[in-house]
């Protein structure tokens, strides 16, 4: 009496392998990338809250009519007196973190720690904010705020040119 087993030949396996690697191989690089997607998604709400946040400044500005001013004038946000230009957040960082609201906001440095990290530019008038984790002086992925230089134009704010290099 022959019996019948009902499990799977060799081939049906091996080509079940086959399929399986096939797919593995068109759908892994999706994947792989998330990690620079997460960046970059994280640098787009950051630029996201800037802008914001440089908005509700200038509407306070606005109130209390020291949007015509260079320098010197402060309004208060969230408790504390941040000096704006011409209205918007002056870019130094601690007007900038006096608006935003990040918690921790250091200076940028090999190992820093905390979310978000700040390199000011030599000029004075715009800042790079980094994702702090991962932050090497190479680092391709930052968000620039620079300040308004006249009343009646809002400051820029933009991420890095190489973001796609994250």
């Not at 990338?33 to 509700?56: E, F, H, P, W, Y």
């Not at 606005?62 to 004038?73: F, R």
């Amino acid at each position: 009496m022959r019996r019948n087993n009902g499990g799977f030949t060799l081939i049906e396996l091996i080509v079940v392998i086959v399929i399986l690697g096939i797919l593995a191989v068109t759908a892994a690089p999706k994947f792989i990338d998330l990690q620079s997607d997460a960046r970059l998604a994280t640098l787009n709400g950051m630029k996201a809250a800037i802008n914001s946040a440089v908005s509700l400044t200038y509407g306070k500005s606005l109130v209390t009519g020291v949007e015509k001013n260079a320098t010197g004038s402060k309004v208060s946000i969230n408790g504390a007196q941040v000096e704006v230009c011409y209205g918007y957040p002056c870019s130094a960082h601690d007007k900038i973190e006096g608006v935003l609201d990040i918690g921790d906001f250091n200076k940028c440095d090999e190992g820093v720690s905390g979310d978000w990290c700040y390199v000011e530019r030599t000029d004075e008038k715009s800042i790079d904010i980094y994702i702090a984790q991962g932050y090497t002086e190479n680092s391709k992925c930052f968000v620039t705020y620079t300040e308004s230089s006249a009343a009646g134009s809002a400051p820029k704010v933009a991420l890095s040119p190489d973001v796609d290099e994250c």
